[in-house]
Every structure is written in structure tokens, then in C-alpha cells.
Nanobody, 124 residues
Framework: QVQLVESGGGLVQAGGSLRLSCAAS????????MGWFRQAPGKERELVAA????????AYADSVKGLFTISRDTAKNTMYLQMNSLQPEDTAVYYC?????????????????WGQGTQVTVSS
């Protein structure tokens, strides 16, 4: 079992930046991939970015390509999401997720462990 704890959310003005962190503990050696999802009020949870733990291969939602960067520090068992040029439409609860099974990074059912979420609010 893997436990995930997010941090780094907060309130930022439009055009600003935030960096989210996700610390993993437990059976981290079994992790195949990790990802960041977000859920805005009244909307479905959507994948923002994902990373294959062993190789660092990444995938992004079209809406954040070139603006957000996902990375990981394998020694610290921590994943990051650097978010630049934030806009009000990026306001959401951001969740960290992990999966042990192989498959496409963008497949929602790959992820079976979730963090508690961290709020990101972007003011205009």
C-alpha cells in the first residue's frame, strides 16, 4: 500500500506560479506511474499530467502543455507539479495519484491510490 500526501496549494493571482508536491510512502517500490489530477466545482476529475516513475516519461493534458511541468525525485519518493502562468480556470482541487499496474499514463483506471487533495485558487 502506498500513501500520498500533497502540499503546496494556495491562492495566487492570475499569471502567477505554484509548485505542488506529493510525498509517497509505504510500498513505493511497486509504483509504475504517478499523476496529477484536478477537479473543479461541478466538473469531473481530469488528468493534468502524469509521469512514469522508473523512466521519467511524461504526459500532459493539452490545456497545460508548455505551462505545467511534472517531475519526480526518486530518492525522496516525491513528485512535483510546477504550474506557471496560472489562470482562473486552473482553480480546482488538485489530487496526486499513483498506480502499480502498467498501461497508458493517461488511463484513469491505472491509478488506484489517491491523496487527499490540495486546493489551488487563481484570482483574476
Amino acid at each position: 500500500q502506498v500513501q500520498l500526501v500533497e502540499s503546496g496549494g494556495g491562492l495566487v493571482q492570475a499569471g502567477g506560479s505554484l509548485r505542488l508536491s506529493c510525498a509517497a510512502s509505504g510500498r513505493t517500490f511497486s509504483t509504475y506511474a504517478m499523476g496529477w489530477f484536478r477537479q473543479a466545482p461541478g466538473k469531473e476529475r481530469e488528468l493534468v499530467a502524469a509521469i512514469r516513475w522508473s523512466t521519467g516519461y511524461t504526459a500532459y493534458a493539452d490545456s497545460v502543455k508548455g505551462l505545467f511541468t511534472i517531475s519526480r525525485d526518486t530518492a525522496k519518493n516525491t513528485m512535483y507539479l510546477q504550474m506557471n502562468s496560472l489562470q482562473p480556470e486552473d482553480t480546482a482541487v488538485y489530487y496526486c495519484a499513483a498506480g502499480a499496474r502498467g498501461g497508458m499514463l493517461t488511463a484513469r483506471d491505472l491509478y488506484d491510490t489517491w491523496g487527499q487533495g490540495t486546493q489551488v485558487t487563481v484570482s483574476s
